[in-house]
């Protein structure tokens, strides 16, 4: 798929703004492309299709987990978790998507993963520090990405971050997140 071809996808699928954020998230990805030397058109199409499904209808998302074979757990979670994986799979099928490093990406997103690929890795952080982004803690990330250029140590201290906040609010944490946190402590340096 083009880049003309994908923004148009998704700005007919999203509100307005939701579409502004995809287009700063691939913007941020092809910036850090150039950086951590990734492929740039790759990381523009997972950066703007990432959130294809973030406005799906839960019971639908739920279906897809089933009828795709899904990882079965998935279903004990909700949309913030299971549009990463649910875009994956109708990116691919609608639009024959076959790059398994952009479809990890997009599937990933929500959760994070051990040993991610490049890309996966960029669109995780991207969405997470696009120039929008105001949360506590985003600028200190953009600088282990921009200047110590060190993109596992952005992974895990993002997910750190996500790990503590679903803590503080009682939430289950999906497996592959846990997963996540254990690899990029290790990986880290
Ligand atoms: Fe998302
Ligand atoms: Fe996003």
Redesign the pocket.
């Known amino acids: 798929m083009k880049r003309k071809e994908a923004l148009k996808v998704a700005a007919d699928k999203l509100p307005k703004k939701?579409f502004k954020?995809?287009e700063r998230?691939a913007e941020t990805a092809v910036q850090m492309s150039e950086i951590f030397k990734a492929d740039k058109d790759r990381c523009f199409l997972a950066g703007i299709l990432?959130?294809y499904s973030?406005y799906d209808d839960l019971s639908k998302m739920y279906q897809t987990v089933t009828a795709e074979q899904l990882d079965p757990e998935l279903l004990e979670y909700k949309s913030e978790v299971l549009h990463g994986p649910v875009a994956a799979v109708k990116i691919k099928n609608k639009f024959n998507i076959i790059d398994e490093e952009i479809l990890n990406a997009v599937a990933h997103?929500t959760s994070g993963a051990k040993q991610m690929g490049l890309i996966e890795k960029i669109i995780y952080v991207a969405?997470y520090i696009?120039p929008k982004r105001t949360q506590p803690g985003v600028d200190q990330i953009r600088d282990i990405v921009f200047k110590e250029k060190n993109l596992d140590l952005a992974v895990y201290t993002i997910t750190k971050a996500n790990v503590k906040h679903l803590l503080n609010k009682d939430q289950t944490i999906y497996h592959k997140t846990i997963e996540c946190l254990n690899y990029y402590n290790m990986a880290r340096e």
Do not use: A, L, N
């Open positions: 939701r954020h995809c998230v990432h959130d973030k997103h969405d696009e």
